[in-house]
Each structure stands twice: as structure tokens, then as C-alpha cells.
């Protein structure tokens, strides 16, 4: 060794309050200060094998249906004495150029909210580096996720929906790509079957207020009398809305019963008052960042799935049961 | 010096393709072997003294009104080759707790969307870290700011309102301790002075869509006939115009005129369609990101202040004007 000491005693030099020798001391800081090493956060973290941060990736789509799930992981993160390195991708990113150089900073852990390739995730293995994805379901071992229960929302809802008449059903389903989406539809398309109600094919929209409202015309043709729409997510449901109350000339939900799920902000806004799932975004949060501090300790194993329980948000877009 | 050679040979080892003998490449490699030192971003750091590290300081408020903004902030960073560190804060949060632990990861700057005191940038000064506040204004020369001219916005947004009856007019403002509020407010106030268009006092409110439909009915009581609200965002203005029509039952132009400010997504909803002043949100994050740059570069000066032009949207809240 060039100072002459161990590496663990180069450790307790940089530890506060550490006991070490006078001399000692000098000897390893004036092998430090050659190297330009500093008892900083980084330097440090050469000594601990720990630098605090928490590498999380972002899309543009996954930061616009939870704008507030970056700042409750920062707190999270925060709060276990970490620092959120962010890397936001663009939605067709590719992920192992964004996983390596994350990896670069010695991240002690990733978050995702991005699904990323499994030639990512198995660049972070050698490295020791836990991946927990953010709502994204994934079948690779080495990585674990905390989600909402999307299955279980969407059987509250049809529960709910099938207490009324219904009329023709329709499902506008999120992007082909999007896993999330296929899991609510999944949800729906099973428990509408279980409760022996029919249902129009489904179709594909892009997740966006937008593409809910110009996919509406198109949804309800070719059917008569009522109908109800299950959309993938809000933004949509509330495209469908205003599709059916400014462009069509229909009522919600006498004509058109329209549900949506998420329960961002807007859902509950009077123009709306959205009927929809809850998503528990705060303890989601709160889990992922768990989960991951359990992972970087060693306290937990890889491959885990927890499904937090959503809540349905019953309002005025669906209609109501007999009882009801 | 330990491994015998200078600093600067010890940057040419860890720069690749640089010139350095067989002999000198071992004797350094074995010294910094010693204190566990690789050739990754953060060793690399401590030669070239650059992290590529951005701290970006997020409040829960901002996050809200811009949920893209931390988006393009990133990929502007990304372009830029470096990486966002993210600090979110309360919004009462102290700052210079936070400031203190981002210096610690030895950032090349920080971008803020929250306001700074002053101790927090008198802290990044002897640092050498420059700081740039993003739509905060300031009056420390310590910092530089990129923003959208607020002034400027409410000056636009009158001379349309001024070219129809305005009925009474009244002022919506965000919290008062909020500065871009109070640019905002201050702009409405001298565009209407000037148009000798009279008004109402201010009223402050939390700039959010409740705090907006809460406030409605004061704002327009102990007056009749047509009213003209004139809100500092658009959350509290979509509030306004929702209180109106559900809970007041007036009509939106003609018996009460909503404008806000922001031009978010739900501004053009069907339901809504506010008139409101468009901030240029992408731009502004580049050209935070550009001023970033050029400070930590040194072909900028701190204390500089860029205004970005905003635009009028005009659009079925507002009265049109006997040309219009």
C-alpha cells in the first residue's frame, strides 16, 4: 500500500470520530491529497462502496399520468439519506445506453418507471446494483417491482358497472406497448366475462385526453341506446366526455356512462366528476423505495412483485345501481 | 507524490488514448488501486474536477404547475452531457440544508425552480458552483435567472380583455408569498391602470383548482350585471370557471369572463377552452440549461436575468372584443 496502512484504516481516517493515530492520519491524507481526494460525498463513497445515490429513470409519458410520483420518490429517497439521480428518456429510448452511464455514478440502486430491457437489467447484476421497476410488470428475475393492483381495480369497477344497465360495452384500451394498459384490459375483459356481460373488441389509443376524444366516434358507432365505455386510464375517459357532450350532443352517463381509472386531479373536477380506480401513488412510492433500501442492504432477494390495493372512486359519469 | 509521477500524468492514465508510458501507467494505476480508485465517472471526477452532476431543486408546488418542466430540464442536461441530481423540497422547506448536501456530491451547478435564500447561495459561491433559478426572480447578483416575462403576459392578456366590455374586474392571485404571482399580479394591475380600466382589491388564493372554486363567490359578490375574473394560473381559473357554472349558475363568457395564466394541457379541454397566456416552458428549460453551461464554462457572468416572450391564447372564456 502506498501509505503504508490498510484499506480499512484509510476508511476509519475518513469516518468522523473514527479512532486512528496522529500520524496515520497524516500518512493516508497525504496519499489522498496526491490522488486529489477529498473527504467529500464522492470521495467518500470510493471508501464505503456507497454513494447515496438512487439512479431513477423517467419517460415523457410516464411523468405526465404521475406528475407527483418523481417528487414523493425524491422524498422517499431523501428521507433513507439518499439523492435521486435522474435520467429521463424519450418514450422509444433506448435503455442500456441510459442504464450505463447511470451505472458510471455508482448508483447504490435503480428505480424505473421506464421498462427497461433485459440487456439493461443484466448489466446491473455484476454490478450489484437491485432494479425496481415503478408499476411496470416485468418476468425478469433479477429485477423487482411494486405496482398497483391493476387486475383487482378493474374487477371493483365492473362489479359497480354491472349493478346498472350497461348497454353496449366498449374498452379503449392505452398504447399496444403498454404493459400497464394490457393489465387493466386484461382486468376488465375478465371480469366482464365472469359477470356474463358482452363486449365490443377493443381498441387502441395513445393514453392521451386527446386520443380518448378523437377515438369516441369510432368507439360508439354501430350501436344504438345506450352505452358504456371503460377506458385504460383518465386522461382518456375524460376525452370521451367531452367527445360525447361537445361533439356528439350525448349526456354522461345517461347516454354514455364513461369510466376511467388512476383518479388523477381532474377526474374529480365538477365538469367531470369521473368515476374511476384510485391508484395508491404515495405508498407505491413509498414501497419502491423500500423495497430497494431492502435490496441494497441485502435484506431482501430480487424477482419480488407487491401489488398495492387500488380503491374504486365512485362519481357521476357511470351510472347508478337499483340500490344505489 | 506517492506513485512518483505529477497530477497531470496521473490525469493522462485515466484519459484514454492519451500519451503515457507502460511504466508510469503502473506505478499510478497501483497507487490508486490503493484507495480503490477506478476509472469511473466519479474517480474521473476528482481529476477533471467536473461531476457532470446537475443538482436541480424541485418544490412540490412547481412540480404541479410544471410537470414537464423536470422533463425537459433532463433532457436538456442529458444533451448537455451531464445528469440531473434531484432535491425535492417541501414547500416551507429550509434550503440550505439541501444546498449543503448537493455541494457534498460536488455538482457543476444547480438549476432551481424553488426560491433560494440567500445564505443557500452564498454557500455555492466560494464553491465555485453557479446557480440559475428557473422562473424565480432575485435580487442576489449570486444568481441568474431564466423566466418567462410575466409582465409582459398580463399586458397582452389586458389590451384583448380591454377591446370588450369587462363589467367589474376583478384579480385572483396565487399565494402571497409566491414571486411569480406577484410579477403576474403586478403586470394586471399597471395594464388595467394604464387601459384606466377600474378593479377590485386582490384577492389571494393557493393557486390551486380548489383554492379557485372556493374563492368564486366572494370574488364576485357586491356586484351585479357582468364580471371579469382575471386569475394568476390557470388551476385557480378552471376553479373559478366550474364554481361558476355548477355551483353559481352563471354562464362563462357572457355572465362572468375567466382568464388564467400557465396555458396548461386542461386549458383547451372542450369543457374549458381558457383564454391564457402561454408560457414557453420548453424553451425556458433550455435556455436554463444553456446559461447553466455557459456559466460553469466562465463565458457568462452571474446576476444576468433572461425573459422569455409569453403568447396570448384566446380562446371561449374571455368576451371577444366588436372586431373580434
Redo the contacts between chains.
Keep these: ?3 503504508g496502512v490498510s ?1 480499512s484504516t ?1 476508511s476509519r481516517v475518513f469516518r468522523e470520530g473514527a479512532p486512528v493515530s496522529k500520524t496515520t492520519r497524516k500518512k493516508v491524507e ?3 491529497a ?4 477529498s473527504p ?4 467518500r ?3 464505503t462502496q456507497r ?1 447515496g ?1 438512487i439512479g ?1 429513470v ?1 419517460t ?1 409519458p410516464s ?2 399520468a404521475y ?2 410520483v ?2 414523493y420518490l ?2 422517499e429517497i ?1 428521507e433513507s439519506g439518499g ?6 428518456l ?1 418514450r422509444d429510448g433506448e435503455t442500456a445506453g441510459a442504464t450505463r ?2 451505472l ?3 448508483v447504490d440502486g435503480i428505480i424505473s418507471s421506464a421498462i427497461l430491457d433485459d440487456a439493461s437489467i443484466e448489466m446491473c447484476v455484476p454490478a450489484h446494483v437491485p432494479v425496481v421497476l415503478f408499476n411496470r410488470s416485468t418476468s425478469n428475475a433479477n429485477t423487482s417491482t411494486v405496482g398497483c393492483d391493476q387486475h383487482a381495480g378493474m374487477e371493483l369497477l365492473v362489479q359497480h358497472m354491472a349493478a346498472a344497465p350497461t348497454g353496449r360495452v366498449s374498452l379503449l384500451a392505452g398504447p399496444e406497448w403498454a404493459p400497464v394498459s394490457k393489465d387493466r384490459m386484461q382486468g376488465a375483459v375478465y371480469a366482464l366475462t365472469r359477470c356474463g356481460i358482452e363486449f365490443a373488441p377493443v381498441m387502441h389509443s395513445d393514453y392521451t ?1 386527446e386520443g380518448g ?1 378523437q377515438s369516441t366516434r369510432a368507439l360508439l358507432s354501430g350501436a344504438d341506446g345506450p352505452q358504456t365505455v371503460i377506458c385504460a386510464n383518465d386522461a382518456m375517459a ?1 376525452g370521451v366526455m ?2 360525447c ?3 356528439l350532443g350525448l349526456r354522461v352517463p345517461e347516454d354514455v356512462a364513461v369510466t376511467g381509472f388512476d383518479d388523477i ?2 377526474a374529480d ?4 366528476r369521473l368515476t374511476t380506480i384510485r391508484q395508491p401513488v404515495r405508498r407505491m412510492a413509498k414501497a419502491t423505495v423500500r423495497m430497494l433500501m431492502e435490496l441494497i442492504e441485502g435484506t431482501a432477494s430480487s424477482g419480488e412483485r407487491r401489488l398495492l390495493m387500488p380503491e374504486l372512486r365512485v362519481r357521476a359519469s357511470s351510472r347508478e345501481g337499483p340500490a344505489g
Aim: proline share 7%; glycine share 2%.
Design positions: 500500500m502506498l501509505s484499506q484509510v497525504a496519499a489522498a496526491a490522488l486529489n481526494y467529500n460525498q464522492i470521495a463513497s470510493l471508501i454513494t445515490l431513477v423517467i415523457d411523468n405526465r406528475p407527483d418523481l417528487f425524491g422524498q431523501q439523492r435521486m439521480l435522474v435520467v429521463a424519450p452511464e447511470i458510471a455514478y455508482h385526453f376524444r375524460l367531452d367527445a357532450r361537445f361533439e386531479p381532474q373536477w365538477p365538469s367531470y
